[in-house]
């Protein structure tokens, strides 16, 4: 079993549509990320939290630490959000410095 | 703004070739990484290195190597480049356990 999982693999929704997309993971962690990778193949930060929520745009991130689940929404969504959407963590053991990632959510967004 | 920069998009190698992989970042990150990237794997970590000339194996060394001369530079080494090498490969910096990663554009290297 990987020790990050994400949900779903795939997400096709029409354009407006919230979406949800969701990450377990089995590690104890310091901190997790919220990455994203457009079809180019660079990956940029979207968010870096270790409790709570953070909201950036339409781009809210929610991570329950004693659930160990993380959550990305986007608002209002729109085609140029299609990406493939990646959940990170950083283990919280001391001196861990290796970020765990899980597989991916790959988004399409309809017109 | 934080730039970690491949040599890189694409590269087309031959088996056997031996092959370079460049990353530099511009922010003097303590932190570099490798990785690879394949279809339903995600990404896995191959070295990291915390300083100048000191490196770690990651998850899937084999086949590979690094060098860190300087700090703002990290090579990736295929010594005797296989087919099964053909992926993506990004390079990641970071300053200390709990800041941000900043990744570079990716290598796509196909190995023929």
């Known amino acids: 079993k990987n020790e990050v999982e994400q949900s779903p693999q795939n997400l096709t929704a029409q354009e407006g549509e919230f979406i949800t997309i969701n990450c377990s993971y089995s590690?104890?962690?310091?901190?997790l990320h919220w990455l994203q990778q457009h079809p180019g193949g660079g990956i940029v930060s979207l968010f870096m939290?270790?409790?709570g929520k953070k909201k950036h745009g339409r781009l809210i991130a929610t991570i329950n630490i004693q659930e160990k689940h993380s959550s990305l929404h986007i608002t209002a969504s729109h085609p140029r959000d299609s990406a493939v959407y990646i959940c990170?963590?950083?283990?919280?053991?001391?001196?861990?410095?290796?970020?765990?990632f899980g597989t991916g959510t790959r988004l399409t967004i309809i017109p | 703004d934080v730039k970690v920069t491949q040599s890189s998009r694409y590269l087309v190698k031959r088996t056997g070739e031996k092959v370079f992989l460049e990353c530099v970042q511009d922010m003097d990150h303590e932190n570099m990484f490798w990785y690879r990237q394949d279809p339903g794997l995600g990404l896995r970590l191959i070295y990291f290195s915390y300083d100048v000339k000191m490196k770690e194996k990651g998850d899937i060394p084999e086949g590979y190597s690094v060098s860190r001369e300087k700090k703002e530079r990290f090579s990736l080494i295929l010594e005797s480049a296989s087919t099964n090498q053909t992926s993506m490969y990004l390079c990641?910096?970071?300053?200390?356990?709990?800041?941000?990663?900043?990744f570079g554009q990716g290598t796509r290297l196909t190995v023929v």
């Open positions: 590690v104890g962690i310091s901190a």
């Open positions: 990170a963590v950083i283990g919280s053991n001391f001196g861990n410095e290796k970020l765990t």
């Open positions: 939290l270790s409790s």
């Open positions: 990641a910096s970071r300053d200390g356990a709990d800041t941000e990663a900043f």
